[in-house]
């Protein structure tokens, strides 16, 4: 840090006082500064400067104003009301991982909340798992950091933490905590589920616009936890399927439709108080959840061989989309109203009754809603000579039981999609409130 | 095509006549002038033009010298002496596919390798896998391409192509042909291999600096060989672990430690020529290899729990550099000159006898290297508690018999690391040279 600092420009006025929102491209640009510097040192030395120094990203680029690739690059807020990685603007790549907890100590799980939460905090900011980084512990030590992100940017990570049902079973005194709403889910039609790729005590969603970034945040946090939690499943996705914010294109699934076009954006903060966060009079025993979330994960497996040798209209007739513009049927433009009683000039509806659009429809759900937060994924092959490949479906709501449970089952029961499409993989899983600085995830739970 | 044209500035100078090399973003920049719409006609139609009009990248960014951002956006020249993607700078992505050929027909496999070649060709310019895109089949038969890739830019996609042993087992008339250097990998100390990650009769390696476009590459080959190949295995890498260019910063493998400092790069001709280009001189009844090179893949599983918990000096020792920087032990800095009579403090050698560095080096190997151009993975969990993470080795060479068979002689046989890996998959393939326009993949086998 001493040697050859850059030339560094006035801090900015923007910069916040404490240190755990300050990103690492803000602590390099003001690292000369000994007022800053102290900042840095107050938060346990080396820190966010730490992975700083390989940055292997120039100097003009860190400095700009954020947009394109310095936006993808810079850091987002740890701290705040709500949890980030939820309405975050969804970002490229996911590492997602289920744990179960192996130790029957309610305080080591404590502790480990409180390690995971710093640890994330620091890792969000671009900086080091903990303050010793990959050499700060000496020779005789295991380094502090795995160092597989070392000189990358904080590149928009998110970590987001959830307690599944199972984490309320007794073993640590949480029995009357566990919310109404953190209810299994029942069996759906159709469902071909592996225990392998559903369930856990824990889960963590890194994401993040470098996949190794998020790889590193995952890697780290269950390496910080060994002996007390012990990974179940992890699944990573390379491209996200929903847009979480109106700044964003809609990207396609791995059937090569638009999708979440009618999701809930970040800007929408009424249907994000309708849909997707826990209100204080929502549970009288679960007050923890307050500003809260559910996480409904699905492994959807898609039969992409036998989708890419049907026609382009039994593909668009399932969907209720056309796949080049992904305009409702009957429709010019993408985010033209869905009309569901038009007709074709066949005299059928031109989105037909079984459409994906259509039964997953809040009109058809009594006004249902979910943030979708999905990933396309392509793990190896199924050993029979097709590609496993699909979506990993992540969504965001305020109670399973109204929101993902009754429009699973009408997609189970009715969706043309069925027929291309396996789900082999589910969780559920209640995410805490956001932390303010100093708290620790979860600390309203054990309080 | 014909709606609200872009301003474009003049053509590149620099433009190719041929449209197959030309760029998508090229074909972008000069859409609205005669001269060039003539040559996309001449193309077929719609081609790169399809995929371009989707393009979520701004105009500004498109038109802009290719550097940052752009330059990871943009097209790399499918053909010419040498196949694309081996000594191209490596991109930050890879999707490898291993595939079975099913039929028995020679005439067949020819005709699909013409059809691939046609396909990676347009896919590398940034455009769909055949003219008519997701939508030019009309309703009533299955898109010529499959989606997911649509809008996004061409990416630094290159996709290579290699044939393995069994290819040349007398089914397709190979057998007279097949190189000598061709042979089957033998059995290594420690080798812990799978059939289902191991062999196949072809490969397909495509490299992107976006994995959804590298995915789209491999999916649209594989959905035009149904019924004539079957994926065998396939790997996603979340992220280079070598650099094949000077220009390149050397990236961090799984184990957190820079990975191919000591590379073949790009710029060093003279040890292209002498390490990794067949030469026509090499094996007279395999001429068609010339200008060809050999591909060694290797899935590494990285026991990176037990490594975690290791010292720091452990790690080091057993590299034989420093974490933070790189260095070779005893060295400052990281491309330093490995210096292997040099002693310790404590009269021991500074990089031990068993580092891994010591044993890989050609100065140990009578002066064999290799040009390395692996991944890094994370795919799930074992079932155990553990990430199923590590490296997906991809080497090429002039003759894996001289060179690669030699090095993992010695590393199976006495490397440090073999305490924290796993060899699980392996294969080799025969990548032949590079196509001139209207080539395809192999001609010059097939002839």
Redesign the interface.
């Known amino acids: 840090m001493t040697a050859t600092p850059p030339q560094p420009p006035e801090p900015s006025s923007e910069a916040p006082a404490e240190v755990p929102g300050v990103s690492r491209r803000r602590l390099l640009g003001v690292s000369g500064t000994a007022a800053v510097a102290g900042v840095v040192a107050g938060a346990g030395g080396l820190w966010a400067a730490e992975r700083a120094s390989?940055s292997?990203t120039s100097d003009a680029?860190a400095l700009a104003a954020p947009s394109?690739?310095a936006a993808?690059d810079a850091a987002i807020d740890f701290n705040g009301e709500h949890q980030a990685g939820i309405v975050t603007p969804a970002q490229d790549?996911l590492?997602f991982?289920a744990l179960d907890v192996v130790t029957k100590d309610r305080a080591e799980l404590v502790a480990l909340l409180k390690t995971w939460t710093r640890a994330a905090e620091r890792m969000t900011a671009g900086a080091e798992a903990a303050p010793g980084g990959?050499?700060g512990?000496?020779?005789?030590?295991?380094?502090e950091?795995?160092?597989?992100?070392?000189?990358l940017p904080a590149s928009g990570l998110t970590v987001t933490i959830g307690f599944g049902p199972s984490l309320f079973d007794g073993r640590f005194g949480l029995a009357d905590r566990r919310p109404a709403a953190l209810a299994d889910l029942p069996a759906f039609p159709g469902d071909q589920l592996e225990a392998?790729r559903s369930g856990g005590d824990l889960c963590i969603q890194a994401c993040a616009n470098?996949?190794?970034v998020a790889?590193h945040a995952?890697?780290n946090l269950?390496?910080l936890g060994?002996g007390t939690v012990?990974?179940?499943?992890?699944?990573?996705g390379?491209?996200r399927t929903s847009s979480t914010s109106t700044s964003q294109?809609t990207p396609?699934?791995?059937?090569?439709?638009k999708d979440g076009t009618a999701n809930v954006k970040a800007e929408d903060t009424e249907a994000l108080a309708q849909h997707v966060w826990v209100a204080s009079d929502d549970d009288a025993s679960a007050g923890w959840m307050t500003g809260g979330s559910y996480l409904v994960a699905r492994r959807i497996r898609m039969h992409?061989?036998v989708w890419?040798?049907?026609?382009?209209?039994e593909?668009?007739d399932v969907i209720g989309r056309?796949?080049?513009e992904g305009a409702p049927l009957g429709g010019a433009k993408e985010f033209d109203a869905l009309d569901f009683a038009r007709k074709a000039p066949d005299g059928q509806p031109a989105i037909p009754m079984n459409a994906h659009v259509r039964l997953a429809h809040e009109s058809n759900l009594k006004g249902v809603r979910l943030l979708r937060r999905g990933y396309?994924f392509?793990?190896?092959?199924d050993?029979v000579?097709?590609?496993d490949?699909g979506l990993f479906f992540v969504a965001f709501m305020r109670d399973p039981r109204r929101q993902f449970v009754p429009m699973q089952q009408a997609l189970a029961e009715k969706d043309g999609l069925n027929e291309y499409i396996e789900h082999n993989g589910s969780a559920v899983f209640a995410c805490p409130p956001g932390t303010q600085p100093g708290q620790f995830w979860g600390q309203q739970l054990f309080a």
């Open positions: 390989g292997t680029g394109g690739a993808l790549r590492h991982v990959l050499v512990g000496g020779p005789f030590a295991a380094p950091d795995t160092g597989e992100a070392y000189g392998a470098d996949p190794q790889v995952v890697r269950v390496r060994f012990s990974a179940r499943w992890s699944q990573l390379f491209g294109a396609r699934n791995m059937f090569g439709f992409i061989e890419d040798r049907t026609s382009l209209q593909q668009e056309d796949k080049k396309n392509t793990d190896g092959t050993g000579g097709h590609l490949a």
